[in-house]
């Protein structure tokens, strides 16, 4: 069974930066899109940015261009969001999420078979 496990995750003011981490157990010979997505309280999960193991083309969706950074160690097996000038209204579980189907790599939930339990992630104002 593949595990993913979040970390990185705490409690910044507003402006501050965090690097949230995916440690990936999946091991297939093949390319696989990785994504990040977020949940607040009350509110569905959206996504940030996804991208394919191994490729230096990351999609951002809305929520995460500008100041979101999505890369990843494919030696170590893990995947990076690196999160700046953070805003109280990006609080939320951040979780990453493993899509081994193949196809276009971007950030529609239905798409992935894998998740984490996910990092909180608070931003006082």
């Known amino acids: 069974q593949a595990e993913l496990v979040e970390s990185g995750g705490g409690s910044v003011q507003a402006g501050g930066s965090l690097k949230l981490s995916c440690l990936s157990s999946?091991?297939?010979?093949?390319?696989?899109?990785m994504a990040w997505f977020r949940q607040a309280p009350g509110k569905q999960r959206e996504g940030v940015a996804a991208i394919y193991t191994g490729s230096n083309n990351p999609y951002y969706a809305s929520s995460g261009k500008g100041r979101f950074t999505i890369s990843q160690d494919n030696d170590e097996n893990t995947l990076y969001l690196q999160m700046n000038s953070l805003k109280p209204e990006e609080a939320a579980v951040y979780y990453c999420a493993a899509d081994l189907n193949g196809g276009y790599c971007y950030t529609d939930p239905s798409n992935f078979d894998y998740w984490g339990r996910g990092t909180q992630v608070t931003v006082s104002s």
């Open positions: 999946i091991k297939t010979a093949s390319s696989y899109c």
